[in-house]
């Protein structure tokens, strides 16, 4: 044990862990050269091949549903507003389309609407898929589909 007591051999445990705890706490992953993954790698001749993968932060992303799945979806999300393609924040028009809504003790909500193939949309003459570029500012619509308040996939988007 008296190699712990050498000053460099201090060092070099102490700089060991600091860098093992940044790989840990920060979400990073040490792997071997065989481990198939997506990962970049650092040569260095001193040091036999290591692998560092770096993950992105997970976020909680609403996937849109495939056409077929989406006539068995449950709809959690029903509600009227104006269908809105204006950004106040940069005073322009958008491809995204959001839909403004009211509920007691919070007047102005704000949903973006997330269309796919399996999306269906009445603008007054039946149901067909939707096209975003026959949808106006300030419609007033009622919207089906499955999400939340901040996001929702459109199911059916009927203009009233």
Request: net charge negative; glycine share 6%; proline share 7%.
């Given at each position: ?5 050498n ?48 993950k ?54 704000v949903?973006k ?5 399996g ?33 929702v ?8």
């Amino acid at each position: 044990m008296n190699w712990i007591y050498n000053k460099d051999m201090k060092k070099l445990i102490i700089f060991c862990f600091i860098i093992i705890s940044a790989f840990i706490f920060s979400g990073c992953q040490l792997s071997t050269p065989n481990t198939p993954s997506n990962s970049e790698t650092f040569n260095n001749p001193s040091v036999s091949s290591v692998s560092v993968e770096v993950k992105p932060p997970q976020s909680p992303v609403i996937q849109p549903l495939p056409p077929a799945s989406q006539a068995a979806a449950v709809i959690n999300f029903s509600h009227e507003g104006e269908t809105i393609n204006w950004d106040s924040r940069t005073e322009t028009y958008t491809q995204d389309w959001t839909l403004l809504w009211g509920k007691p003790g919070n007047p102005a909500v704000v949903t973006k609407l997330i269309f796919n193939a399996g999306s269906l949309c009445n603008l007054g003459q039946g149901y067909e898929v939707c096209d975003k570029n026959k949808l106006n500012n300030g419609d007033r619509a009622r919207v089906d589909g499955q999400g939340t308040e901040t996001e929702v996939i459109v199911v059916k988007l009927e203009k009233i």
